[in-house]
Each structure stands twice: as C-alpha cells, then as structure tokens.
C-alpha cells in the first residue's frame, strides 16, 4: 500500500495481515473507555458519495472520527454534482479545500484508480466500492472477521475453505474478497449460475461450482453476496424463486454445515431470496460482527496511510 | 504549378526524378530539371494513403474536429483521400448534407474528402436514407455507413446490399450486434472480468459479420466490414472470399498494435469502439492483413474533445485520433515484424482502398501519367508521438510518447504540394479538380 488503497492488488499478503493486526490493536481501545485516538487531529477526510450507501459511508466516518479527524461528507444528490458537474471539477474543489484522504463510492469501476492516477487531486484516495470493480476494505473487513472466528489464522489463510455465492458478475464484494483470500492462501470456490460468472473466471486462481450443495461440503466460510432483482428481468435467471432453490442459503443448506463453519454477507441482506431468515440470524452467522469490524478495519486503514505506520499498540500525544 | 522531385527512391529501389504538371506525373527519369525542385534526398516516394474510414465531426462537432482541420491531419499522415463517416449532426443521409462536405473538403484542399452517406435515416437502423440521392449528388457517394451504429436488422441490410447496386455502390458495416453489447465498455474476457467493466464480446462482431456475408452471397452485393477486431472474424472473411462472396474488409492501426491489456489503468485515451482485444486477435489481424483476407488498413479517426476522456472511464465517449501516426503504426506491426513490405503496404493503405471506393484519382502506381497524388516518407526515421503537435483539433492520441518508425516528409494532392518537410503548406488554389 502506497499512498492509496484503490485494490486489494496494491496490498502484499503482509501488508494485508499487518492492516489486520493494526485493527485488532485498535480493537483493544475501542473495547476501552477512552474510545478517541488523537492520530488525525486536524486532517481532513473526504466521504465522496457518488451513489447512495449510509452503512458504508457511516462505518468510514465513524471510523475517520474516531481517529479525530475532520470529516466532511459530500454526496452526489442534491449537490453540483447532480447538476452535471463532472469527477474532474469535483476533486479539484475537495483539493482547494485542503482534503488529506478522499473517500470514494461510485457507480463508475476505475473511478478511484482515475481519481488517484489523474493528477486531479494529491490527497490519499480510499475506494470505498467502485462500481462492478472492487471494494477493498469490504474484502479486509471480512477476512478480519474470519480471522477473529479461527483463531489458528494468524499471518495467512492456509487451508481455509470459503465459497462466495451469487452474482459474482456484478459484485465488486467477490472480486476483492477473491483476491485477498487467494493472496492469503485460502482456497475459494465460486459458486453461481453460469449467467453470473465472468467469462474471465478463468485466470482466476478459484474453482468454479454451479451446484452449491455439494460446493459446500466441508467448507469453512460461507459468503453470500446480494442478489439484485433487476437480475431477473434481465434474463440472468429465470425467476426469484429458482434463483432461492438453487443458490439460496436455506436451512437444510445451513444445517449441511460444519458446526465450524460460518455465514457471512456484505449487507444489505435480501431475506427469503440469497438468504433465509433462519441462516441470517443463526449463530453461524457473523454478519453483525461484519459491521462493527468494518470501523476498526477502515481506522486502520486510514491510520496507515495518512499515519504511516503500522498502529504498535502505543498511544503518543 | 510544375514541381520536379529530385533524388526519389521508387518501391523497387531505382532513385529516380519525378516531373509533375497540371496534376500529373508528366515523366520519369533522371536529369529532370523543370518547375521547382523538392528534393527527396533517396527518400520513399509512394501513391498517397487513402482512408476510408475517418470521422470529421463537421457538421455539427466543430469543437473536436473540422474538415479543414482533419483535412490537415490526413495530409501530415500522407493522405491524399480521406471518407467522411456519416455520423454528423446533421446525420449525412441527404444529398445536401454530403454536398456541404464534399464542399468543405474542396474548400480546405490538402486532401481530397469524399464522403460517406448514412445507410438509415439518422443512423436510427429503421428506414432507408435516400441513398440514390447522394449517389447522384456532387459528392457521388459510393460508400454507405451507418458507422458508430449497426445496421442490425437483417431485412434492412439487406434491402441496403440490394439497393445499391443500380449505382455500384458498397456497404460498409460496423458489425456490432445490439443486443450483445448493451452498455459494454471493453472487450469481454479476463481484462474486463478483473476491471469490472462490461463486456463487448467478439462473438457480437462475428455474429454480424457471418450473417452479413451470407446476405451479400444471397443478392451477390458487395459487402465492406469496418474495423475488423476478432480473430473469428478473420476466419469469417477468410471462409467469405473462398466461397467468392464479394466482401472486402479493414483493420485499423491500434487494433493492429493495442491489446486490452492497456485498458487496466481506466485511462479512457484507450476506450474505442470496437475495443481492442487480445495479443490472439492482434496477431490473426496482422496475418489476416499480410495474406490479404484484411484488404486495407482504415483509420477510424475519432476525435474527440479533452472533456469527453478527461474523466472516469464509463463516462468517457468511445475513439482515438489516427490519421497522423496510421502510417507508422502499420509500419510498426507489419513491416518491423516482416509481414508485410512496403509494396504490400501500399498496396493496403492506398492501392486497395481507393479502389473499392471507386477513387480513380488515388492509389495509382507512381508511372507516367498518374494523377500526382503521392508522398514521401523516410522509412529509415523514428519519432515520438506528441498529441501536442498533431494537427487534429483533438489530441486523444492512444500512441502518447511511444516512438514509432517513419516519417511522412512530403505530400502532393493532385499536383499541389501540400505538406513540405512534415509541415502544412497553405493550398493556393484553394482545392483541386
């Protein structure tokens, strides 16, 4: 990780456990009393929101605050940017403002990386999802929670099992968790129906199911991704209901499980379609723990990049 | 005006002098001394390039390119005949509309334009434009795109194939199914799967490209296929002309020398349409090109404003300039690598396309009396495109930087010298017969 964090590929495996190690570091203070660190004080922190997502735009503010940074939130909607303004003319304003770290969403796969690489700006970007591309710190955030439910996973993910589920086309989700995963030394299996598989897969270091039942024998995560309706009217499957029967987490998927193994989705959940209400709220799931993990793991990444440093436990200032 | 080129190698290597006058190349030989003397101090001197694919932007898109300004372009690339796409605003699908540019052309005179006319009535795909119309305008269009779109509809096409043969005309299809590459950003396969941009499959190019020779075989019209990308489409051509299906087909310089591999930055300089593939088809495009199933090379100048690629990839419009680095960059991939010499070269930038245009005037052997349309290049040289010095109005060059071999030196449209030593010399007589 350079100066931004754009793709899981500008992390080493190393670079990637280290993010990890720092999180759980600020764990420790955030379990305290005293739950502000004075890292950032007097930095600005950018929430660049070109589409519309309060969790993940919340988990990074209340990250960047609790790192005592300024943070200043700026969504497309009802701003100059819904008035044709272009991702250009945006990020020289954030740069004349002085921002330090721009965080950024957008419908747009490669905004980020254009964002950092234009010139346009000299502020650390952080994507926070960029279209069907990639999200990174979704990616670090669940394998810091897979990493807190086996214990043994310290400085990789060797011979760890874990199938992502559903519309792999189109997630920016499976793509960063594909490389992080792989790059840690997990095995993964891809499990969809084909129409939802990119014709790419192919270089992907994963193996390729269409049948989840057997995909998840003995597998030790499970991750299903969010399946969008409009899916279905484009053809990519035939109905909700076929979609649920051959690739929806139901209980008699759920009780196939090892007790071991668990549940995880990146939210927002579509209950009764990619998930049922009874493995979302079984005690295999940790999709809570996704949550409340996601600001500890973007506190460490904002500390690392405009802190510079690895977080070592020691509170300075 | 009476210009004697001294010193000029010919493509069999003989270094001989040039006499021109009134247009013509009057004699050849040695000792020629009459009107003012150029000398090509041994450097090539071949037939100008013709292009039949170049996008103008005039009517309607001054602000990324003109006919005077692209005229430019082509001269300073050693073009003596450019085709002006329909894809205007106005759309060119009226004998007044390719009137105007025929016009333009004639009025900025480096360069002959000849324009295309659209196939369907504002490239919409539903109704023919009066093709018989600006067939019989002053511009006598011979060529008919709908390019940018496809004509997808099969009964259409084929009207479109049938119809112009009362005046011999072509159609020159941008083979792009629809319904395959609905919102596509890049060519589909593992670049596109890693970036998360959508898919332009090859199979959406040769879907068309296999149904439109097979239409061309039924009412035995003549088929052109723009920007051929695919090796599949390649073998498409290749099966076409063994059958004798009367189908010719063009490959553009990028796709002769860019993969999809550069699209991994989002740096939309490299967003076009179609886009460019793997180093599999660059290679069967370049072996399609040297063995003569890809009859001609075809710009498919783009230009496009630094406000329509100066922003995030999705948004960015689809293209890149090409008229002033064509040369080199085939130079590049097809004689650096031996597919091709330079006869063969010619043969596919000037002699090939000028005649499945019908441009009698163009790609003519350098002999006594051919019309003076020539260039000289200086193949030993190399040079470093800067999108700074080209004189398109746009500067959305994919070859930024790169140093590339040849360098176009002079160029003669029709007896008039209109570029000296890399540089545009203002026409006199304002336009050529």
Redesign the interface.
Known sequence: MDRHLLSINDLSASEAIQILNTASELSKISDGPMKKLPTLRGRTVVNLFFEDSTRTRISFESAAKRLSADVINFSAKGSSVSKGESLKDTAQTLQAMGADAVVIRHGASGAAQRLADSGWISASVINAGDGTHEHPTQALLDAYTIRSRFPDLRSNFNGLKVAIVGDILHSRVARSNVLLLTKLGAKVTIVAPPTLIPVGITDWDVDVSYDFDSAIKNVDVVMMLRVQSERMADSFFPSEREYSRGYGLDIARLNSLKDSTIVMHPGPMNRGLEISAESADSHKSVVLAQVSNGVLVRMAVLYQLLGGAAFSGEVSA | MEYTIKNARMLDGAIVDVEISNGVIKNIGNGLNSGEMLDAQKHLLIPGLVDLHTHLREPGREDSETVATGSAAAAKGGFTAISAMANTFPVADTAGVVEQVFRLGREAGLCDVFPIGAVTQGLEGKKLAELGAMANSKAQVRIFSDDGKCVSDPLLMRRALEYVKTFNGIIAQHAQEPALTVGS?MN????????????W?AVAEEAIIARDILLAEHVGSRLHICHLTTAGGVDLVRFAKARGIQVTAEVTPHHLLLTDELVS???PVFKVNPPLRTEVDVNALRKGLADGTIDIVGTDHAPHPT?DK??????AAFGMVGLETALSVVAKAMIETKLLDWNGLVNRMSIAPAKIAGYTNHGQNVAKGSAANLTIVDTTANWIVDRNTLASKSKNTPFQGMTLPTQVLHTFLNGELVLRNSKIVKSTNGGSN
């Open positions: 950003q589909e396969g593992i670049v596109s799967s890693r970036l998360g941009l959508a898919g499959p930055n989002y740096d406000e100066d922003c995030e990839w999705q948004s």
